[in-house]
């Protein structure tokens, strides 16, 4: 195997090493809730319980959180703007927060560029090769949960565009045999569980809290950017 391929494979285990940490930091109130049960269901001290835990989860994972967090905070409001709109239109994939993508991003390009200058200073002899391609795959590091996430937006406007057809055409029959607007909306979302009907569920729950009907459709609209979906959306309201 030779230096590049070595390298190649380094660069995408360690990005993807490092999504994986910050996927699995979005949880962590679902995380809490389930920690507290334990508390409550068993003997053990709090002391007990924490040790049963791996050094990793206790102390490595929690340290590289912190340290993606601190990173993110230096991020731009732009920025912090742009992810958090990404990150929507991708359904927030476990809750995750803008903050949390950007240090995630973050935390991969400065992991990438230190590892990849280690190997390849070592590899070469050479620390001006170490620190240029280090900077250069640092900086693919970076790239490399942006194009996750961009995957993410693709599927998902992808699977809303196949589920429409089937979902209006619930709906019309629902309306036809004299259910409401609302009424059938909730046929659909009982009948199937993907990226659509969860948002027709958040329109329903937002209707509940008191938001007007056409200002929780036409938020679905903007939030999830399909055209298909928002002429649906045009026609409804102008009806």
Do not use: C
């Not at 406007?157 to 004299?178: F, N, Y």
């Amino acid at each position: 195997m030779n230096v590049v391929s070595v390298v190649t494979a380094l660069i995408i285990g360690l990005s993807v090493t490092l999504i994986v940490i910050g996927l699995g930091s979005i949880r962590s109130d679902d995380q809490v809730k389930v920690r507290l049960a334990e508390y409550g269901l068993r003997g053990s001290s709090l002391t007990d319980l924490e040790l049963e835990r791996s050094f990793w989860a206790r102390v490595v994972k929690p340290s590289l959180q912190r340290l993606a967090r601190r990173l993110a905070s230096l991020a731009p409001q732009a920025t912090l703007a742009r992810t958090r709109k990404q990150l929507e239109l991708a359904g927030n994939p476990g809750g995750m927060r803008a903050l949390d993508f950007i240090g995630i991003r973050a935390l991969a390009a400065v992991g990438t560029a230190v590892l990849m200058f280690v190997v390849i200073s070592g590899l070469a002899h050479s620390v001006g090769a170490g620190l240029l391609l280090g900077l250069l795959l640092g900086a693919l590091g970076y790239m490399l949960p942006t194009l996750w996430l961009g995957g993410r937006v693709r599927s998902r406007k992808t699977e809303i565009l196949r589920s429409l057809p089937d979902a209006l055409d619930l709906l019309t029959i629902s309306v036809e045999a004299g259910l409401g607007f609302d009424a059938a909306l909730a046929k659909v979302v009982e009948k199937w569980d993907n990226a659509l009907t969860q948002e027709f569920a958040r329109v329903l729950a937002e209707i509940r809290v008191g938001k007007l009907r056409r200002e929780a459709l036409r938020d679905m609209a903007e939030r999830v950017e399909v055209p298909e979906l928002k002429s649906f959306v045009a026609a409804v309201i102008q009806a």
